[in-house]
C-alpha cells in the first residue's frame, strides 16, 4: 500500500505563496497520474490539479494561472505551487492519484487570511 504524505501548508496573507509537497512511499507513483485535491469546511474534496506520468498537467478553472502542479520521480514527490492564493482557496490539501485509489492522508493545511 502506498503511504502518502503532505506538507508544506500553513497561514498566509492574499496574494502570497505556498509550495505544497506529497511525499511517496513508493517509487511505483511515478507510472500513475497523481493529483491534488483540496476541501474547505462545509464542502466536498474537489480536485484542483492532476500531473500524468509524462508531466502533462491540467487545473481546474479556478486555479488556472495561479497554481503550478509538478513531479520529480527520482524523490517520489508531487508539487504544488501556488501562487496569487486568495481566500477562497483556504481548506485542506491533499494528493492522492487520479482518479483517487489510495487511502488518504492527513493533508496540510493551507489558510489564506489577512
Known amino acids: 500500500q502506498v503511504q502518502l504524505v503532505e506538507s508544506g501548508g500553513g497561514l498566509v496573507q492574499p496574494g502570497g505563496s505556498l509550495r505544497l509537497s506529497c511525499a511517496a512511499s513508493?517509487?511505483?507513483?511515478?507510472?500513475?497520474?497523481m493529483g491534488w485535491y483540496r476541501q474547505a469546511p462545509g464542502k466536498q474534496r474537489e480536485l484542483v490539479a492532476t500531473v500524468t506520468s509524462g508531466s502533462v498537467t491540467n487545473y481546474t478553472d479556478s486555479v488556472k494561472g495561479r497554481f503550478t502542479i509538478s513531479r520529480d520521480n527520482a524523490k517520489n514527490t508531487v508539487y504544488l505551487q501556488m501562487n496569487s492564493l486568495k481566500p477562497e482557496d483556504t481548506a485542506v490539501y491533499y494528493c492522492?492519484?487520479?482518479?483517487?485509489?489510495?487511502?488518504w492522508g492527513q493533508g496540510t493545511q493551507v489558510t489564506v487570511s489577512s
Open positions: 513508493q517509487s511505483i507513483i511515478m507510472f500513475w497520474t
Open positions: 492522492n492519484d487520479y482518479p483517487a485509489r489510495l487511502g
